[in-house]
């Protein structure tokens, strides 16, 4: 596509032309970053909206590609950092971790209890500690995951983890002598 080309189509054309050739790679990339089909093609059609919106500040010091993946990527990363979707993580790993499992009904009430007390442990920590653990642990993301989710640095995750079960070790064991508070 030259230049000349580029600048004689109008708006509409140019946003179709760049739906057509990225808009399945971005809709994978944004796939990777919230792993939901539905919620990865709703934010492809958002993302090209705000490329439609913006196409007149493309200044050409990157190719358009560029361009694309940098505003997809940012919001991903807010759509991520909302407090909707942290609140949706929460509630999704309470539900997974307080879903029976198949033992019989004296194990299930044991450890459906068990597993309440350690999420109201979880849920006692920090944002930062919580979020990190919750990812982690019940959600089963890689460090690296966790560090894209969050847009902090894979080390900060690290020590994040770290505090994190720290902070969760003595009221864990308590739970385990049956000292804790009720």
């Known amino acids: 596509m030259g230049q000349l080309d580029w600048e004689a189509m109008s ?6 032309l760049l739906m057509d050739q990225y808009g399945e790679e971005i809709k994978r990339l944004v796939y990777t970053y919230v792993k939901n089909h539905s919620t ?9 909206l705000t490329v439609y919106m913006k196409l ?7 190719s358009i590609k560029t361009w694309i993946y940098s505003i997809a990527i940012n919001k991903c990363k807010d759509y991520l950092k909302s407090w909707h979707v942290r ?5 999704e790993n309470i539900k997974e971790i307080l879903r029976p499992n198949r033992r019989g009904a004296d194990y299930e009430m044991i450890d459906q209890l068990e597993r309440e007390q350690i999420v109201d442990e979880v849920l006692k920590l920090s944002i930062p500690y919580r979020e990190v653990i919750l990812l982690y642990y019940y ?4 460090i690296k995951e966790v560090s894209d989710v969050l847009g902090i640095s894979e080390s ?3 020590v ?8 969760l070790k003595r009221p864990l ?3 385990e002598r049956g000292e804790a508070d009720g």
């Open 156 to 158: 900060a995750v690290k």
């Open 173 to 175: 064991e308590l739970l």
């Open 56 to 62: 007149d500040s493309y200044a050409g010091k990157s």
């Open 87 to 91: 609140k949706m993580i929460v509630q």
């Open 11 to 16: 708006p509409d054309d140019q946003i179709e």
């Open 160 to 167: 994040r983890l770290h505090r994190g079960r720290e902070k």
């Open 139 to 142: 959600r089963h993301l890689s």
């Open 40 to 48: 990865a093609e709703d934010m492809t059609q958002e993302i090209f």
